[in-house]
């Protein structure tokens, strides 16, 4: 069964520090999502992404955040200087219809920042 | 924005035993969906159940939209059920608003 793909899988990084969160997204799926979940809490919606474009993001997602689609397969999130508070798990999903259906999650990319 | 709330917060079940686990939102949603997170921290599909009622082997949903809720059943439980399990739901945007999460552990 096709499935959402996330590299790394952990990473650690120095405050001030940026990274990059990798994403293959399922082939034939147009629409692209960030969520992070901070240990201990719910999931909260970053970033959707369609037709190389922002389609919705949250507050949360402020300018030291980007997105990019490079190619055709990877979707990527740019953290331009990293926070203490950006320590989190970065999961990224797709789906066929921009949540009109069943959206796939990507194992997660546990990021702590020291 | 829509609210989406589950519960209970925390669940210990012995092995065997049956539970329901429910979820409320505060609005109209287009789309729901159930997740369970494993020890790992991955988010596993379970049901995408906007309406109706849904199957699949000891696991089964329910949502009743105009009434604004959902319920997860879970019989039989196994140790292997233990996790976190999220409901989510979209009012029709693109994002998914999820739960707070209700933490089950399954005893042997």
Redesign the interface.
Do not use: C, D, L, N
């Given at each position: 069964e096709p499935e959402v793909t996330q590299t790394p899988s952990h990473q650690v990084t120095q405050m001030g520090q940026e990274v990059i969160l990798r994403c293959v997204p399922i082939s034939n799926h147009l629409?692209f999502?960030w969520?992070r979940?901070i240990l201990g809490q719910?999931?909260?919606?970053l970033v959707?992404f369609?037709n190389n474009e922002i389609?919705?993001k949250?507050e949360i997602f402020d300018d030291q955040f980007s997105v990019e689609r490079p190619d055709g397969s990877n979707f990527t999130l740019k953290i331009r200087s990293t926070k203490l508070e950006d320590s989190a798990?970065y999961?990224c999903a797709s789906d066929v219809q921009?949540?009109?259906?069943?959206?796939?999650?990507g194992?997660?990319t546990?990021l702590l920042v020291l | 924005g829509i609210q989406v709330e589950q519960s209970p917060p925390d669940l210990i079940l012995q092995e065997g035993a049956n539970s329901t686990l429910r979820c409320n939102f505060s609005d109209s949603v287009n789309n729901l969906q159930w997740f369970h997170q494993n020890p790992w921290g991955q988010l596993i599909n379970l049901f995408y159940i906007p309406s109706g009622t849904k199957q699949n082997g000891r696991l089964s949903a329910t949502t009743v939209a105009t009434e604004r809720y959902s319920l997860l059943y879970i019989s039989s439980s196994q140790t292997t059920d233990s996790g976190v399990y999220f409901c989510a739901a979209t009012p029709g945007t693109y994002k998914y608003i999820f739960g707070t999460g209700t933490r089950l552990k399954v005893l042997a």
């Open positions: 629409y999502y969520y979940q719910k999931v909260e919606f959707s369609y389609s919705e949250s798990m999961f921009g949540a009109g259906e069943t959206q796939y999650f194992p997660g546990r | -």
